[in-house]
Nanobody
């Protein structure tokens, strides 16, 4: 089995910063993509940022220039540095990873439990 454990959420004032972390553990042979999604009340879950094994990244337009995604392959961990936070960034943030548990096996999507980020105005 594979688990994703997130940390780093919390309450911050507008203009502040937070750093989210997500560590994958368990039966892991290879992690292709890792990313962060968020879901605000009454809204659909949306992609925030994603990074693949080559280091290529992509971001939602709303966070470009403010958020930075990175990963530590040795630790199976992905980070999201969030700067210049805005009230509209308030949401539950979910970690996602595409993981293969054995050579030649299938790649499956896994999700973390979510961490709340609240930005006050």
């Amino acid at each position: 089995q594979v688990q994703l454990v997130e940390s780093g959420g919390g309450l911050v004032q507008a203009g502040g910063s937070l750093r989210l972390s997500c560590a994958a553990s368990g039966s892991i042979f290879n992690i292709n993509a890792m990313g962060w999604y968020r879901q605000a009340p009454g809204k659909q879950r949306e992609l925030v940022a994603r990074i693949i094994s080559t280091g290529y990244t992509n971001y939602a337009d709303s966070v470009k220039g403010r958020f930075t995604i990175s990963r530590d392959n040795a630790k199976n961990t992905v980070y999201l540095q969030m700067n210049s936070l805005k009230p509209e960034d308030t949401a539950v943030y979910y970690c996602n990873a595409a993981i293969k548990s054995a050579p030649g096996g299938r790649t499956y999507d896994y999700w973390g439990q979510g961490t709340q980020v609240t930005v006050s105005s």
